[in-house]
């Protein structure tokens, strides 16, 4: 059974950074291309970071430059290090695998981002 957890996920004012965690279980993850992905209120689910097996990375131009996406392999899990926040940022993430599966999808982590 896969179980993905998020976790790091909090409010913080404009400008401020956070690092999210998704441990995964019950994949081979050393060989996934692993994604986190997001939804604001109202929005439909958006990706936002990928990062394949050989580490190669790509980012939705809404964060390029700001959030940086990495893995470590020895502890099935996947990061996401934003910076610069922004208001827009404001959404419950994921993570999951690219492209997703929807049986995969966990409870996601809140960040909140506001003066």
């Known amino acids: 059974q896969v179980q993905l957890v998020e976790s790091g996920g909090a409010m913080v004012q404009p400008g401020g950074s956070l690092r999210l965690s998704c441990a995964a279980s019950?994949?081979?993850?050393?060989?996934?291309?692993m994604g986190w992905y997001r939804q604001a209120p109202g929005n439909q689910r958006e990706w936002v970071a990928i990062i394949t097996n050989g580490l190669s990375t790509n980012y939705a131009d809404s964060v390029k430059g700001r959030f940086t996406i990495s893995r470590d392999n020895a502890k099935n899990t996947v990061y996401l290090q934003m910076n610069s926040l922004k208001p827009e940022d404001t959404a419950v993430y994921y993570c999951?695998?690219?492209?997703?599966?929807?049986?995969?999808w966990g409870q996601g982590t809140q960040v909140t981002v506001s003066s």
């Open positions: 999951n695998t690219y492209p997703a599966r929807d049986n995969y």
């Open positions: 019950g994949i081979i993850f050393s060989i996934k291309t």
